[in-house]
């Protein structure tokens, strides 16, 4: 089985989306082995989405990440990491499939409710990010 790692963004902890998101991984199949709500400083973000400082958004989406409080959680399944992001749907809203979270919930594309790791690699980096092996069985 496979991990990946998501997060429950500011908007949708805003309009209080947690438990509707989590039911969604459930109802694909995907455990939620390891969950914490928590609010990040900007530093924090923008180190988390350091591969993104030369975009255009970094700034918007380094702010927007602190603005208010995020639920981090590692997801557990066959294919997690693929499989989270088809039932988070494509980035922009718009462009989102229905039945996906971005489609259901997502404002903008900007503030688009939910983020996944796109790679092994960066799952395993972007889980370490947040949980420490104590907090992992
Ligand atoms: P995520 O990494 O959050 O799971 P993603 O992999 O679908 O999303 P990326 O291209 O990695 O999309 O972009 C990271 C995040 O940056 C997006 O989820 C969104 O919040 C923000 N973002 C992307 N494109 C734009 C844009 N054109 N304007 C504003 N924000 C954007
Ligand atoms: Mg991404």
Redesign the pocket.
């Known amino acids: 089985v496979e991990r990946t790692l998501s997060i429950i963004k500011p908007d949708a902890t805003k309009r209080n989306l947690t438990g509707a998101i989590a039911k969604k991984f459930e109802d694909a199949g995907l455990r939620i082995v390891a969950a914490k709500r928590i609010q990040l400083t900007p530093e924090q973000a923008g180190k988390f989405?350091e591969v993104?400082k030369d975009r255009p958004?970094f700034g918007?989406?380094r702010d927007f990440m602190a603005s208010g409080p995020v639920v981090v959680q590692v997801l557990e399944g066959e294919n997690a990491i693929a499989k989270n992001r088809e039932v988070?749907g494509a980035?922009n809203p718009k462009d989102a499939a229905e039945g996906t979270i971005r489609k259901e919930f997502a404002q903008s594309?900007?503030e688009?409710s939910?983020?996944?790791s796109?790679a092994a690699e960066t799952a395993k980096e972007e889980i370490a990010f947040f949980f420490s092996g104590l907090e992992l069985v």
């Open positions: 989405y993104h958004f918007e989406l988070m980035t594309v900007g688009n939910v983020h996944g796109d």
